[in-house]
């Protein structure tokens, strides 16, 4: 896929500052550039946890969490990576080859730690990124509630 085309799906920052969750739209972009979601995620000041949550063309989902030493990523499915760049742009960061073409098994990569701290261990973000039954709004729309700010999360994507 080329980056010229435009990618469907939505990126969205969450920002928790002084205990509340905020929710805003980020560039159509940042679904297809890993460094534009960084980028804009680097904008955002706060001194709570900041994160991304992208929802790629009915696919898969990243999260990206920017941290002094780089960023923290996931991506719901590897393989993804062999049809969209920013899949294959989180795979390059960390340092994981592609899956073979031949292989339909679907797994994620990445940090499954990555909101952790913000109430989702890893484990159940891990069973959340192996629902293939579910598209990856509503993949995200478990995490949010699983991390508490699933009203803002709500309430944006009805504004989209």
Known sequence: MSVKEPVAGFAVAVVREDGK???SALEAGALANLDAAITAL?????????????????????IV???PRGPSLLLSDAAAALD????????????AD??????????SEGDLEILADVGL????????????????DEQLQM???RCGFADEFGSLLDDM
């Open 121 to 136: 261990p890893g484990p159940e973000l891990e069973v959340i990124a192996g629902e293939v039954d579910l598209y990856p």
């Open 98 to 107: 592609a899956p073979d073409e031949d292989d339909d098994s679907i797994y």
């Open 65 to 67: 969490r920017p941290s």
């Open 21 to 23: 969750w905020r929710c």
């Open 143 to 145: 995490i949010a509630q």
């Open 42 to 62: 680097g904008k955002l000041r706060s001194t709570g946890a900041v994160f991304a949550l992208l929802a790629v063309d009915d696919e898969f989902f990243v």
């Open 84 to 95: 969209y760049d920013i899949a294959a742009d989180v795979l390059d960061v960390l340092r």
